[in-house]
C-alpha cells in the first residue's frame, strides 16, 4: 500500500517561499500508471487544487497560483515538492500530497495526511 | 474553469437513513466525476471514481451515479462512521476542481 507523508515547515513569513516536500513510500514514482498532486485547504473552506507533476517533470499548475508556483520531482529520493512563492496570510492552509489514477479516472486515489502551513510573521 | 456546486451544503441525518448528496458541473464532464469522504484531522479519502465505480475497500452502501452535468451520491443505511464532510471533484481538465462540500451529521 502506498503511502504519503508531507513534510516541512509549519510558519513561513509573509512574502517569503512555501516549501514542502511529500515523500512516498511503498511504492515508485516513476510508476508512468500516476501523476502527483499538491491540494490546500485553509481553515473553514474547501480544497484546491495547487497542481500536479509526472515522473516525467511534466507539470500542470492551478491558473490561479500558476505565477507563483512551482512542483518539482526528485526520482531518486521518491520525492516531489512544492514551492510557493510570494506567500501572504491567503496561503495559510492545511496542504496536502496526493496521487492522481490513471486507471480511476484520474481521481487522488491515496493522500498524505496534510500539513499545516501558517503564513505570519 | 469548470465550476462545481454541491446540494445540500449540510444535512443532519440518523443511523440508517438514505442520504443523497447532489452535485453539478458548470459544463459537460462526461463521467469524470469523483467523491471523496473527509473528516477533521484526516485524510481525504476515495469514495467513487468516474461518476459510478466503487473504490477498492470501499463498503457498497456508497453508490454514486450522473454524467453530463448532474451526478449523485448515495449513502443507504447511513453507519455512524460515515459523519463526515463529502466533496465532489471533476477530473475532466485542469484545473480540477473541487466542490464546496456537503457536511453530513446527526
Known amino acids: 500500500q502506498v503511502q504519503l507523508q508531507e513534510s516541512g515547515p509549519g510558519l513561513v513569513k509573509p512574502s517569503q517561499t512555501l516549501s514542502l516536500t511529500c515523500t512516498v513510500s511503498?511504492?515508485?514514482?516513476?510508476?508512468?500508471?500516476?501523476?502527483w498532486s499538491w491540494i490546500r485547504q485553509p481553515a473553514g473552506k474547501g480544497l484546491e487544487w495547487i497542481g500536479r507533476i509526472y515522473t516525467s517533470g511534466s507539470t500542470k499548475y492551478n491558473p490561479s497560483l500558476e505565477s507563483r508556483t512551482t512542483i518539482s520531482v526528485d526520482t531518486s529520493k521518491n520525492q516531489f515538492s512544492l514551492n510557493l512563492s510570494s506567500v501572504t496570510a491567503a496561503d495559510t492552509a492545511v496542504y496536502f500530497c496526493?496521487?492522481?489514477?490513471?486507471?480511476?479516472?484520474?481521481?487522488?486515489?491515496?493522500w498524505g495526511q496534510g500539513t499545516l502551513v501558517t503564513v505570519s510573521s | 474553469d469548470i465550476q462545481m456546486t454541491q446540494s445540500p451544503s449540510s444535512l443532519s441525518a440518523s443511523v440508517g437513513d438514505t442520504v443523497t448528496i447532489s452535485c453539478r458541473a458548470s459544463?459537460?464532464?462526461?463521467?469524470?466525476l469523483n467523491w471523496y469522504q473527509h473528516k477533521p484531522g484526516k485524510a481525504p479519502s476515495l469514495l467513487i471514481h468516474?461518476?459510478?465505480r466503487l473504490q477498492s475497500g470501499v463498503p457498497s452502501r456508497f453508490s454514486g451515479r450522473g454524467s453530463g452535468t448532474d451526478f449523485t451520491l448515495t449513502i443507504s443505511s447511513l453507519q455512524p462512521e460515515d459523519f463526515a464532510t463529502y466533496y465532489c471533484?471533476?477530473?475532466?481538465?485542469?484545473?480540477?476542481?473541487f466542490g464546496p462540500g456537503t457536511k453530513v451529521d446527526i
Open positions: 471533484q471533476h477530473s475532466y481538465s485542469a484545473p480540477f476542481t
Open positions: 459544463q459537460t464532464i462526461s463521467t469524470y
Open positions: 511503498g511504492g515508485s514514482i516513476s510508476d508512468g500508471n500516476y501523476y
Open positions: 468516474t461518476a459510478s
Open positions: 496526493a496521487r492522481v489514477s490513471h486507471n480511476y479516472g484520474r481521481a487522488f486515489d491515496q
